[in-house]
């Protein structure tokens, strides 16, 4: 604290020695402390603005609607958590295609989801796989998974 003061009494200094600099040292010394703060504000903001989009970037969200699945089809990057929540009245049961066997991506098979409910799964194989509802088959949906 006291070198601060100490810096403020030598600017009062300079400002009664020299009036006619002291507008223009102040002034750009006041610009340089603006741009620096703003730096500083713009690279947390960026630090966590990537974090956020880190963190969403491996989870992607399916609702189950009595329409269908939102959205229908995905494009998610290898090792990203898929969430289906079921927002229907109805139950619903997720299984890869084929219908009845769902053999395209083992693994991909839920409980019977009542309301709210959800399901995860991880994609690790990459490729694009098509899933349906084993409740309703004729919904589908599918997943495009990159490495």
Known sequence: ????????????????????????????????????????????IKDEQSEITSSA??????????????????????????IWTNEDEATHQLQANPHPTGESLPGLKSEILNNQQTYEYTANSPGTYGYHDHVSPTTNGTIEVRE
């Open 1 to 44: 604290m006291q070198v601060i003061k100490n810096q403020i009494n030598r600017l009062r200094a300079f400002a009664a020695a020299k009036p006619k600099l002291a507008l223009p040292v102040f002034a750009a010394t006041g610009l340089i402390i603006l741009l620096l703060v703003s730096f500083i504000v713009a690279q947390v």
């Open 57 to 82: 970037a491996n989870v992607a969200q399916i609702q189950i609607t009595k329409n269908g699945f939102v959205p229908a089809s995905i494009v998610v990057d290898k090792g990203t958590k898929i």
